[in-house]
């Protein structure tokens, strides 16, 4: 059953959205993951999978409104398609921010939680060093694009519903030397609009970077998230399944 689970990556999610959740309350808060010697400390959710290691590690970053168990969720299901993965709580040190400059002053310690994320999956024994990818949702997504290119380890990023952020980061920093891009967003999307996406697309391919994209007709901004209006389960199985066939292919060649 399990190895039936790791090669139907759409239909591990679909069963994890169909069982009664959380499995116990503990299991789906994050927790604190690292020690002393890794500061910011890394708060999250790691899941396992059941085969032995060591494995390509994921990290998963949360959107602007903070942490759910659903992405404890997302966790358990690309755990079950073969990777270590990390779902992390980077306003756990900082709280979530309530107005604009409150971002702008929170966003290098938010990065920097992201970063102790990597620095922490990287020194697991069960994890692949160099086989790290970042999964992020919309300010998630962002964040990651921030980070990408200058964190060690880092080699695949998923970007659901996101874009590149120029606010307090020059775009060239942020996309010199980008490590391979998938893309996924719906063109309904009124919060972040689909252009987002093309212009983060066009600015890592100027600078020589890979990029894959799939953009779904009619999906709204959280087209994957479970506990949404906007959630679209076609969209959502098609994205997922996506994420881990690319997370496959890049984080193999380490």
């Known amino acids: 059953a399990k190895g039936v689970i790791m090669r139907h990556p759409t239909l591990t999610l679909l069963i994890l959205l169909l069982l009664p959740f959380p499995r116990t309350a503990k299991a789906q808060e994050p927790q604190r993951l690292s020690g002393p010697d890794i500061s910011p400390a890394v708060w999250g959710v790691l899941e396992l999978p059941h085969a032995p290691g060591p494995h390509a590690g994921v990290i998963i970053l949360h959107g602007s409104f903070g942490w759910r168990p659903a992405y404890a969720q997302f966790a358990r299901a690309l755990a079950d398609s073969g990777f270590v993965a990390l779902a992390i709580n980077y306003f756990a040190e900082t709280g979530r921010d309530t107005l604009p400059e409150q971002r702008l002053q929170m966003r290098p310690l938010w990065q920097a ?13 069960f994890v692949i060093s160099d086989g790290i990818g970042l999964v992020g949702f919309s300010r998630g997504a962002f964040l990651a694009v921030s980070v990408a290119s200058s964190t060690p380890g880092v080699e695949a990023v998923v970007n659901y519903s996101g874009g590149i952020d120029t606010s ?17 967003h719906g063109d309904a999307d009124t919060l972040v609009p689909v252009a987002r996406a093309h212009q983060l697309r ?45 997370l496959r292919r890049q984080l193999s060649k380490r």
């Open 113 to 125: 939680a992201i970063r102790s994320a990597v620095a922490y999956l990287r020194t697991q024994p």
């Open 168 to 184: 307090g980061q020059a775009l060239e920093t942020q996309v010199r030397r980008f490590p391979p891009l998938l893309i996924l």
């Open 202 to 246: 066009e600015a890592v391919i100027a600078h020589g970077g890979e990029v894959e994209m799939r953009i779904y007709p009619g999906a709204h901004h959280a087209f994957s998230a479970t506990f949404s209006l906007d959630y679209s389960e076609a969209a959502a199985l098609d994205s997922f399944g996506r994420t881990v066939e690319f």
